[in-house]
DNA sequence: CCGATCTAATTGATGCGTCAACTAAAGGGG
DNA sequence: CCCCTTTAGTTGACGCATCAATTAGATCGG
């Protein structure tokens, strides 16, 4: 059960790695400075305002708000401050439990993530599907799932 | 020239997309957490003692760094002030050019890179090359080729 | 040699993200 | 009813990233 297992990457696998690393890194940042210049909202905004247009009420408690996104509460705490500041959600208070809140989407939210919304799926097309294509969008599928299950099963490959 | 061009994406293809990038945020968050833990390093600063390690006489100019790991200049002066403060690295004067700085690889950010560096290679190894396996390791250099071509040439796939 | 301009590098402001610490109400036995 | 634990949410400190502005030396045309 010991040994010389795992031994290091060589330089070619290593290469691939950062490659792969470095091209998602710049699609995602191509991606959310497109984001900010059409419409003024970070991914973190984006994400936060999906979530808002599709709930009950367009309101959300905190907590249900953060696990839908995958945030911790912090995050989202400090994320919701900054985005009141500028009018995209406002809280209020919460008639079922006193110590919590709730985050209702605003007019101007719904309003900047409707202006949002359409130029930013265009990018994902253009960067992403259009260039892919049918056959290396069903690789990138399969890419995905192998890669999140590749964390949390160290033994599956054992011989 | 003009029309109806560019659909949205379908619901599929959003579907992976979002899968996609999900995933590889991830992983690299994955990867950047065990650095921490291992070895007190962010990503960031293994860049920068990587390109130092590799440097002739462990020292470059700021400038050069910069362009080597693809960094702006600003953002390697404030990573360079935080890892000045902890001890791995120092600033130097540079003899050619007097405004100018160098940036050099103290025993301290050798040692600190030294014994991260074993481990990250194979936790890259663990969490992405191991995973995959030979054949999904091909499809995803492919995948970054394609994605990388993707942002420049947006009239490759017109028919 | 002098002034216009370019370049190296830093700084300050601000947003984003994580962690640990905190506040306060809810729930659940006794 | 009271205490104890759990849960909701916020806060403060700090590191990281970008942008715009700044400082100061290099460089070049005259």
């Not at 790695?17 to 210049?37: G, K, M, N, V, Y």
């Not at 400090?78 to 995209?88: N, T």
């Not at 809140?101 to 202006?115: D, P, Y």
Request: glycine share 8%; hydrophobic share 40%; with cysteine.
């Amino acid at each position: 059960m010991e040994g010389p297992r795992k031994a290091l990457p060589s330089t070619e696998e290593l290469r691939i790695w950062r490659d792969f690393i470095e091209t998602t890194e710049a699609l995602r940042s191509e991606l959310a400075s497109r984001l900010q210049s059409e419409s003024s909202l970070s991914p973190g905004d984006y994400a936060v305002l999906l979530a808002l247009r599709e709930a009950e009420g367009r309101r959300l408690r905190p907590s249900v708000l953060a696990s839908r996104i995958g945030w911790q509460r912090s995050r989202l705490s400090h994320h919701l401050r900054r985005m009141e500041r500028r009018g995209l959600v406002r809280r209020a208070e919460c008639a079922a439990d006193s110590r919590g809140a709730e985050v209702v989407l605003t007019g101007e939210g719904a309003e900047a993530f409707r202006r949002a919304s359409l130029p930013h799926l265009r990018a994902v097309r253009e960067l992403f599907v259009d260039p892919l294509g049918p056959a290396q969008l069903i690789a990138a599928e399969q890419l995905a799932t192998t890669l999140r299950a590749g964390g949390g099963n160290h033994q599956a490959e054992a011989l």
